[in-house]
């Protein structure tokens, strides 16, 4: 999984053009008239279908290349890049997103984290050439599906016979290539094995696949199991050395944890521009109109948390490369806590729509499906449970953990627009981290805070910050404590000490996009009311106590939101022209 910094995308620009002509060729979402408009992607929904007209728009777009590294022939050369072009995937349709996208890119992250030169090779040339993949994950330790759904092997010859089942793999059934982690009959559960097999074909000796199954959400992915009796494998295909599964998957865990919640923040985007056409459609009179105060803040908050997730979505995929000892925390912190403050943030929009919010057909049927699919994202064998493990395991260590010097926090990590990344370094991140650098850049931006001048929403600034630094301060002293306690299970107390770690780390992350910003002066990012309305969401979640901010930051951020409404621009830390 080495991605060296080479090819057409050193300048970044490569990025931007290829979002552009994507864009371009989806068309406007809500055009009625657009065979790639909400109306046809509902209606495949409602059928629990894949829409045609969108798949052959990616296999002309050649979305595959995205999930190869550069070295290979592929377009893969930075995490966050490749969470940007498939937002653009999740703005339409979630299932899309799953199904075409992200089923394949989970499969190959194993390949390139461990699998030999002609696996990886051969990987590349099956995605290059259009082939999908699926990766039957085992459960992290935290979870229990494995142990009750899983393969097993037995030696035969120079080989082995595959036997067990998976009941819910997501495009199993178009699948060119499958990922399965398998252990020897008759021992523990870790002591597992990779194998990358060639899918059988239907009705060979030893496979089935099992019947589609149905899902609330993401309706049109085809879901279905697979069940293997004494089926045969070669030797070569073995991933990686007998017995290595587990390390594998834990060099695999951090990418997909990180690039699968920033990808979904396109559905989430969605779901508020519709919130926001909704609100514009209504007389001043409705309670739903853009001049009730219970609108305005509904839709503030949704705009508030996309930048939330989004500023520590950058920070995490750009961390992969930058600090990948680290990577493993910033993303079980990622698939936390993204899924859940974008659930909470479409359950809170349908206040704006109302009935509408249930609706199925019409010009707002797209918001149910978007409450719908976001959840299931959230979904896997690194769900929100196993992350919380995650995070309690880092809290144990970090009274021990040294503070960091500046030059270890390099600019890059925080900075939307920024370009070339060293390659990833797979066998980095299974090596556990002596520092925990974006707690430790509080400090220094603590400082920058307080002393900056300004008016009131720099002064809201600064003392958003000096909260969150005392939160920090009083993590510290919680985790020293849980670190005295014998070890276990997390437990309540365990989880509770994560979600705070998990919305500090957050409140850091938007202290460092907001420092390193290098945009113009008069841009959005560049003046502090997004990062003091982000500051106040956080805060709010950690102490129900934390005062209201100035009115002018609410305000600047509505003028933010309506602007980009009407100028077809996303919603997260790029405002990215979309769809026209």
Not at 504 to 525: E, K, M, N, Q, W
């Amino acid at each position: 999984m080495s991605v060296a910094a080479s090819g057409a995308d050193l300048d970044g620009a490569s990025v931007e053009e290829r979002i552009a002509r994507l864009e371009h060729d989806w068309g406007d979402l809500d055009d009625p008239g657009n065979p790639l408009g909400a109306e046809q992607f509902v209606a495949a929904d409602a059928e629990r279908r894949p829409l045609p007209a969108a798949e052959r728009l990616l296999d002309d777009f050649r979305l595959n290349a995205e999930f190869v590294p550069g070295e290979l022939g592929g377009r893969l050369l930075r995490l966050d890049a490749l969470a940007r072009v498939l937002r653009s995937v999740f703005r339409r349709d979630a299932s899309l997103g799953m199904g075409y996208g992200m089923s394949s890119y989970m499969a190959a992250a194993v390949v390139w984290a461990g699998g030999s030169a002609e696996q990886r090779r051969a990987t590349a040339e099956l995605l290059l050439s259009g082939g999908r993949m699926v990766c039957a994950y085992p459960e992290p330790a935290e979870g229990n599906d494995f142990l009750q759904n899983s393969f097993t092997t037995t030696p035969s010859g120079d080989g082995f016979l595959l036997s067990g089942r998976k009941e819910a793999l997501n495009n199993a059934s178009r699948a060119s290539s499958l990922l399965l982690f398998a252990h020897p009959a008759g021992e523990a559960v870790d002591g597992h094995s990779a194998y990358l097999v060639r899918a059988p074909e239907p009705g060979s000796p030893g496979f089935r696949s099992l019947p589609r199954r149905s899902t609330v959400g993401l309706r049109g992915c085809l879901v279905n199991g697979v069940e293997f009796t004494g089926y045969g494998l070669t030797a070569d295909q073995l991933l990686g050395p007998p017995g290595a599964g587990a390390e594998l998957a834990a060099r695999a865990f951090p990418v997909i944890r990180c690039v699968g919640p920033s990808m979904a923040l396109g559905c989430a985007d969605t779901a508020l521009r519709t919130a926001v056409a909704f609100a514009r459609s209504h007389r001043s009179r409705s309670r739903a109109s853009l001049r009730t105060p219970r609108t305005r803040a509904a839709l503030v908050d949704a705009f508030t948390d996309l930048l939330l997730c989004d500023t520590l979505a950058l920070v995490a995929t750009r961390g992969l490369h930058l600090l990948p000892r680290e990577g493993p925390t910033l993303s079980a912190v990622v698939k936390y806590l993204l899924p859940t403050v974008l659930t909470e943030m479409v359950y809170d929009l349908s206040i704006v729509l109302g009935a509408e919010s249930y609706a199925s057909q019409g010009p707002y049927a797209v918001f149910q499906k978007s409450a719908r699919d976001l959840p299931m994202i959230g979904l896997g064998p690194v769900g929100s449970t196993a992350s919380r493990a995650a995070i309690v395991t880092h809290l144990r260590r970090l009274p021990g953990l040294r503070a960091p010097v500046d030059e270890e926090v390099p600019a890059a990590l925080f900075q939307p627009f920024g370009q070339v990344l060293p390659g990833l370094r797979p066998e980095e991140l299974t090596r556990a981290a002596d520092v925990d650098s974006l707690l430790g850049t509080l400090e220094s931006t603590l400082w920058q805070a307080s002393a900056a001048d300004g008016g009131e929403l720099e002064k809201a600034l600064a003392g958003y910050a000096a909260a969150l630094d005392a939160e920090l301060a009083r993590l510290r002293r919680a985790s020293a404590d849980l670190a005295d306690r014998p070890e276990g299970g997390p437990g309540l107390r365990g989880f509770a000490l994560a979600e705070r770690y998990a919305l500090i780390t957050a409140g850091a992350a938007c202290l460092g996009v907001r420092r390193y910003h290098s945009g113009s002066p008069d841009d959005f990012l560049s003046g502090p009311a997004w990062a003091v309305m982000v500051l106040f969401r956080i805060l709010r979640r950690l102490d129900p106590g934390t005062p209201e901010p100035p009115r002018v930051g609410e305000e600047q951020l509505l003028d933010e939101l309506l602007h980009r409404f009407d100028d077809a621009r996303s919603y997260d830390l790029y405002a990215t022209l979309i769809g026209r």
